[in-house]
C-alpha cells in the first residue's frame, strides 16, 4: 500500500510538472537566444535550438504543451526571422528556413506526444499487471495457507454455493467421512430415500440437506444415509457465509459423524443421482434375456424413449446386431478372461436415426441373477472430428504445399513431411528416417544465403518470413520453391524447430522469365518495327518515336521530339484529326484507323494509314496516344490504278453475253452483271447479299446446293450445269452455268460462275429427242438387219485375217531364208530391206491378232461373277518384271479390290493397261506403277497411274480410237488396238474409262463397271 501511495504522488506531481516544465524550458532557451541575438553572437539560424525545445515540452508535458511551446516558439520566431523594423517582412533565405521550422514543428509535435502518450500507456499497464500480479501472488499464498488450516481440522466441513449446492471446497476429514475425493455438487448430499428425515414421498430439492446446502435451511438437524453397509447417521450444522474477498456467497457445512452407516448410504445415494444425471448413457440389463433393468436419464433423453418403453425392450432392439454377434463380443466376460469389453457401434433412436458410441460392456456375477452393466458415450463429435481430421490430412496430401517441420540443429532434420513431397521425386521415409535433412536438398548455389538468411529471421525473432529459392529434386532435376517458413520456440524462448509450406514456383519463375523475355521482345519489336511507332503527349508534343516513324517522316529523333503532331500534318487534315481525337477522349471510340497525310522534312506529302488507341492512367485520365503508321503512298498510287481497272472491268462484265456471278463460301451473291438481272428478272441490288438458291424451286434446290457445296467445300470446278430457274415474276428459264472456286493462300475464298439462257436450246433439244423416238423404231428394225451383217462380217474377218496369215507366213519365212542363207551375198542395204520386210510382216502378223481379239470381245459371251482384280494385276506385274528383270519398276497393288464382272475380259483390261503403264515407264531408269481404287463423282472408280512418258491432254480424245497412237512405232512399239480393246470391254460391263496426264509426268487411266 505505501509502495502504491508513493507511485500516486509522484504521478500527481509528474502531472503537475511536466506541461509547466516542458513550457518552460522552451521560455528559458527562447531568452538566452534573444539575449545572445541581440548583444554578443548574431545566431544565423536558431531552429534546431527551438525544435529541440518544443519536441521536450511535448514529450514531458504531452501535446498540449507541445503545442502551447510551439505557439510560444512560432510568435518568437516569426519576429526573430522578420527583418530589422519590418515586423513580417523576410528574406527568401530566412522565408524558407521559417516555413521548414513551422512544418517541422507542426509535423513533430503531435508525433512525439502521441509517441509519449503510447509509451506511458505501457508502462504503466506493465506496473499495473505487475502490481496485480503481486496481489493475486499474496491472495494465493493466503488462501492456500487458510485451506491447508482448514484442511487440517479434525471436524469435517464443507463449503457450498447457495443456489445451486455446488460443493466448493471439502477438508480432509470431510473427505475421510464421505469418502468423497473432490467437491461433486449437492447431489453427492441427497440422503437416501426412507430415512428418518427424508420420507420416501418428499421431493428431491425439498430434502434437508440439499436445502441446506442452498442455504434455505439453518438449523440443526439430523440424517441418516444408507449405503452397502446400512445406515450411518450425522448432526449438521449449517451456516450462511457473505461474500467476502472476490470470494461468493456460500453456506459452511460441519459434520458430526454419528454412524459409519449414515455416511454409507449417503454415498451410494449420492452416486445414484451421479450416474442418473451423466451425460452418458448407463444400462443395467438381464445376462440372460438382455431386457433392460434400469436406464439413467442421459440414455433416455438420447434414444426418445420413456423409462416404460425401454422396460419392454433388449439390447438388440437398439444396435444393429444379432444375438450371436453380441454373445461373441460377451464371450470374454462370463469366461472370466476380461473383466470390462470395449468397442464402437450404432444406437438407434425411436424416431429411427442413429449415432455411432463407444460402449464399455461389464458383467456383474454379484447380482443375482447377473447382469450386464453398460456405459455408453455418444461418439458423434469425434467421429466428426475424425472426419474432419482425416479431410484436412486429404487436402495437404492433394495440395500443391509440401510441409516439412524441421528441427532447428545443424542439417535441419526433419521430423515431419507431408506425403505429397513425391512431387518433388522423394519419399517421405527417406526424411523420417534420418537419410536426408532439409539442408540436404536446398540447390548448393543457393544453401549459404538460405541458411543466412534463416539466421538472421531467427535473430530477429520473425515468426514468419518467406524465401524464395531452387531445391534438388529426387529425380535428380532442379524446381523453383517459394518457402512461408514459421518459427517455433519453446516455453524458454529458444528455436527449436521450423516449419514450412513449400509451394513450387517453377512455372511461376518460368513465366517471369518469359514476361522480361516478352519486355526485351517488345523493346526490339518498338525500336525494330517494320511499322512507324510513336507515344504522343494530350498536348500533342512526340514523347517518344521509333526509327521507322523518323524515316517515313524524314526527321531526326531529336527534331521530331521537338515537334507535335500538327506541326508535320497536312493542313487539310487537322480538322479531321481534331474531329477523331475529341471522340477518343470523349470515351465515344477506344481506338480508331483512318488515312491521312504527313509533310516530310523535305515539303514532301506522304500517306500515311494511322491507327491511334489513347492510354488512361488509373484515376481514367488520358496519359498519353499510342501511335502505329505505315507509308501507304504508293498503296495510294496502286488504289487509283486499281480503281481504273475496276472501271475497265465493270464495264467488261456489263458488255458480257452471259450473266457472270460471284458467290462467298455461305452461297451469297456477291457481285452479278446486267446480263445475271435480265436472265433472272430482278436487279442487281435485289440480289445481292441473297443467296444464290433464291432463284430455284424446291424441287431443283437441293441438287444446286450440293453443285455449289463441291465448289466452296471441295474446291471442285462445275461445267454446264443444266437446271430450271425460277424468275422474279414466277416464269421458268432452263440455264446453264460453270462455277469454279476463287481461292486465296491456297483456301477457298468463295466462288465466280456464268451462266447462260438455254430455254430455246433446251426446246430444240426437246424437239430433237421427239424425233430420235421416232426413229427408235427404224433403229430396232434396222438392228436384226445389221446383226446377220455382223455375223456375215465377223465370219468374213476370220477368213480374211486366216487367208492373210498364209502369204504373210511365206513373206516372212522366205526372208528370213534369204538372211540365212543369201546374206553373205547381199550389201547392207539389201539386208536392212529384207529386215524391214520381215518386221512389217510381223506387225501385221500382230495387227491381225489384235483385230481378232477386238472382234471376239465384241462378239463373246458374258459371264458375271466376283473377281479379285488386285490378284490379276499382281500376277501379270510379276509376268512382267520377269520378262524383263533388269528394271527397276516398283508396282503398288491395292490389296482385295475386286468388281463384278467377266474375269477373262477384266483380265484383259488389266494387262492392256499394265502392259501400257510398263511400256511407256522404259524410259526412265525408275519407274512406279499403280493399281487402286477411289471415290469419283460418289462412284467405285479403280484406275492404273504411271509415271512415265505421259500423253497431252489436248489429245485425249484420240486415245480409245484403233490405230490411234500419240507416240511414234519408233519411240513405243505397239499398234494402236490395245486401249481401243480396253474401252470396248468397259462399255460391255456398263461403264465408262477415261484418262487423265501430261508429258513426262505419267498418265493415269480411270475407269468404272456397273
Known amino acids: 500500500m505505501a509502495t502504491e501511495e508513493r507511485g500516486g504522488n509522484e504521478a500527481a506531481r509528474e502531472k503537475l510538472w511536466s506541461p509547466i516544465g516542458g513550457i518552460l524550458v522552451t521560455i528559458a532557451l527562447l531568452l538566452p537566444i534573444e539575449l545572445l541575438h541581440q548583444t554578443v553572437l548574431q545566431i544565423v539560424n536558431p531552429s534546431p535550438i527551438i525544435l529541440t525545445a518544443v519536441v521536450y515540452a511535448a514529450y514531458s508535458g504531452g501535446l498540449r504543451s507541445g503545442l502551447i511551446s510551439a505557439a510560444i516558439a512560432l510568435a518568437y520566431v516569426v519576429y526573430y526571422f522578420s527583418e530589422p523594423g519590418q515586423l513580417f517582412q523576410y528574406s527568401d533565405h530566412d522565408s524558407e528556413s521559417l516555413i521548414i521550422l513551422v512544418f517541422s514543428i507542426l509535423l513533430v509535435v503531435p508525433m512525439v506526444a502521441f509517441l509519449k502518450r503510447r509509451a506511458r500507456t505501457a508502462v504503466r499497464e506493465q506496473i499495473a499487471r505487475g502490481r496485480a500480479e503481486l496481489r493475486v501472488r499474496e491472495t494465493q499464498r493466503q488462501q492456500k495457507w487458510l485451506e491447508t488450516v482448514l484442511d487440517r481440522m479434525p471436524t469435517p466441513l464443507l463449503l457450498t454455493e447457495p443456489n445451486s449446492g455446488q460443493v466448493l471446497f471439502a477438508n480432509t476429514a470431510a473427505k475421510e467421512l464421505t469418502e468423497a475425493v473432490a467437491p461433486s455438487g449437492a447431489a453427492a448430499l441427497q440422503p437416501a430415500a426412507g430415512a428418518e428425515d427424508a420420507p420416501l414421498e418428499t421431493a428431491d430439492d425439498q430434502m434437508l440437506c440439499v436445502r441446506a446446502a442452498r442455504g434455505e435451511y439453518a438449523n440443526i438437524f439430523r440424517l441418516q444415509w444408507r449405503t452397502s453397509a446400512g445406515l450411518r447417521s450425522y448432526i449438521t450444522r449449517t451456516s450462511n457465509l457473505p461474500a467476502m474477498y472476490g470470494h461468493p456467497e456460500a453456506v459452511l457445512m460441519a459434520f458430526e459423524d454419528i454412524t459409519e452407516l449414515k455416511r454409507a448410504e449417503d454415498l451410494s445415494s449420492r452416486l445414484g443421482r451421479i450416474l442418473d444425471d451423466s451425460v452418458n448413457e448407463i444400462y443395467v440389463f438381464d445376462a440372460a434375456s438382455l431386457r433392460f433393468i434400469q436406464v439413467n436419464r442421459g440414455a433416455l433423453r438420447n434414444l426418445g424413449y420413456s423409462a416404460a418403453e425401454m422396460a419392454r425392450k433388449t439390447v438388440l432392439d437398439l444396435k444393429p446386431m444379432t444375438l450371436a454377434e453380441f454373445e461373441a463380443l460377451a464371450e470374454p466376460l462370463h469366461s472370466g478372461r476380461q473383466n470390462q469389453v470395449l468397442f464402437e457401434s450404432e444406437h438407434r433412436r425411436k424416431d429411427g436415426s442413429r449415432y455411432p458410441v463407444e460402449v464399455r460392456l461389464h458383467l456383474s456375477t454379484a447380482e443375482k441373477p447377473p447382469v450386464f452393466v453398460a456405459i455408453v458415450q455418444d461418439i458423434s463429435e469425434r467421429r466428426q472430428a475424425e472426419d474432419a481430421l482425416r479431410q484436412a490430412m486429404l487436402i495437404i496430401e492433394n495440395s500443391p504445399a509440401v510441409i516439412f517441420q524441421w ?21 517421405a521415409e527417406e526424411f523420417l528416417s534420418g537419410g536426408l535433412g532439409y539442408a540436404a ?37 532442379v524446381r523453383w520453391v517459394e518457402d512461408y517458413t514459421t518459427i517455433e520456440q519453446d516455453a524458454d524462448g529458444q528455436v527449436t524447430h521450423y516449419q514450412g509450406v513449400i509451394l513450387d514456383i517453377t512455372e511461376r519463375k518460368q513465366a517471369e522469365n518469359a514476361l522480361r523475355e516478352r519486355e526485351e521482345q517488345f523493346r526490339a ?10 507515344h504522343v503527349a494530350p498536348s500533342g508534343q512526340w514523347l517518344l518515336v521509333n526509327d521507322r516513324f523518323c524515316e517515313i517522316l524524314g526527321y ?19 480538322e479531321d484529326d481534331l474531329e477523331h481525337l475529341g471522340r477518343i477522349l470523349g470515351n465515344q471510340v477506344q481506338h480508331y484507323t483512318k488515312r491521312k497525310r504527313y509533310i516530310q522534312k523535305n515539303g514532301t ?61 455461305g452461297g451469297y451473291f456477291t457481285l452479278l452483271n446486267r446480263r445475271a438481272s435480265e436472265i433472272s428478272g430482278y436487279a442487281a441490288d435485289e440480289l445481292i447479299g441473297q443467296p444464290f438458291a433464291k432463284l430455284f424451286s424446291p424441287e431443283t434446290l437441293g441438287a444446286v446446293q450440293e453443285q455449289i457445296n463441291r465448289t466452296t467445300g471441295r474446291g471442285e470446278e462445275i461445267r454446264n450445269y443444266e437446271v430450271e430457274l425460277t424468275r422474279k415474276d414466277g416464269s421458268k428459264r432452263m440455264i446453264s452455268f460453270s462455277v469454279v472456286p476463287l481461292a486465296e493462300d491456297g483456301r477457298v475464298i468463295g466462288s465466280v460462275g456464268t451462266a447462260e439462257d438455254i430455254t430455246e436450246r433446251k426446246q430444240a433439244e426437246e424437239e430433237v429427242r421427239r424425233l430420235n423416238a421416232e426413229l427408235e423404231q427404224r433403229v430396232e428394225e434396222r438392228t436384226a438387219e445389221l446383226t446377220a451383217v455382223n455375223r456375215e462380217l465377223e465370219a468374213f474377218s476370220y477368213s480374211v485375217s486366216h487367208d492373210l496369215r498364209a502369204p504373210l507366213r511365206a513373206i516372212d519365212g522366205f526372208s528370213q531364208a534369204l538372211l540365212e542363207d543369201y546374206a553373205d551375198r547381199l550389201d547392207g542395204e539389201g539386208i536392212r530391206h529384207l529386215e524391214r520386210v520381215r518386221a512389217a510382216t510381223q506387225r501385221m502378223g500382230q495387227l491381225i491378232d489384235d483385230l481378232l481379239n477386238l472382234s471376239r470381245v465384241t462378239r463373246s459371251e458374258m459371264h458375271r461373277e466376283r473377281v479379285n482384280l488386285s490378284a490379276i494385276a499382281q500376277r501379270f506385274a510379276e509376268e512382267l518384271r520377269a520378262s524383263q528383270p533388269q528394271r527397276q519398276v516398283e508396282f503398288v497393288i491395292a490389296p482385295n479390290v475386286t468388281a463384278r464382272g467377266d474375269a477373262r475380259l477384266l483380265q484383259v483390261v488389266l494387262e492392256n493397261l499394265l502392259r501400257n503403264a510398263w511400256k511407256f515407264t522404259s524410259k526412265h531408269e525408275r519407274a512406279r506403277i499403280e493399281f487402286g481404287v477411289t471415290q469419283r463423282d460418289g462412284k467405285r472408280t479403280y484406275f492404273v497411274r504411271d509415271d512415265g512418258a505421259g500423253f497431252d491432254m489436248s489429245y485425249a480424245h484420240k486415245l480409245f480410237g484403233a490405230f490411234q497412237r500419240l ?7 505397239g499398234t494402236g488396238i490395245g486401249l481401243a480393246t480396253v474401252q470396248r470391254i468397259i462399255h460391255r460391263h456398263g461403264g465408262r474409262i477415261w484418262a487423265e496426264g501430261a508429258i513426262e509426268q505419267g498418265a493415269t487411266f480411270y475407269f468404272t463397271l456397273r
Not at 417 to 427: E, I, K, L, M
Request: charged share 25%; with cysteine; glycine share 6%.
Open 605 to 665: 506529302p506522304i500517306w500515311v494509314n494511322l491507327t491511334l488507341s489513347l492510354v488512361r492512367t488509373p484515376a481514367g485520365e488520358p496519359k498519353y496516344f499510342i501511335t502505329v503508321i505505315e507509308d501507304i503512298t504508293q498503296t495510294k498510287q496502286a488504289e487509283e490504278e486499281l480503281k481504273k481497272a475496276n472501271e475497265f472491268r465493270e464495264k467488261v462484265l456489263e458488255s458480257a453475253t452471259n450473266a457472270i456471278f460471284a458467290l462467298n463460301l
Open 967 to 973: 507416240h511414234g512405232a519408233t519411240e513405243f512399239e
Open 441 to 477: 536438398i536446398i540447390h548448393p548455389d543457393d544453401l549459404a544465403r538460405i541458411q543466412a538468411e534463416v539466421a538472421e529471421k531467427t535473430q530477429a525473432s520473425s515468426p514468419t518470413f518467406s524465401q524464395v529459392y531452387r531445391i534438388c529434386t529426387g529425380t535428380g532435376g
Open 556 to 574: 531526326e529523333r531529336g527534331e521530331l521530339l521537338q515537334r507535335s503532331w500538327m506541326d508535320v500534318t497536312y493542313p487539310e487534315d487537322v
Open 407 to 427: 528441427k532447428a540443429e545443424p542439417g535441419w532434420p526433419v521430423e515431419y513431411v507431408s506425403s505429397n513431397v513425391a512431387r518433388f521425386g522423394y519419399r
Open 525 to 534: 519489336t518498338f525500336d525494330q518495327a517494320a511499322v512507324g511507332i510513336a
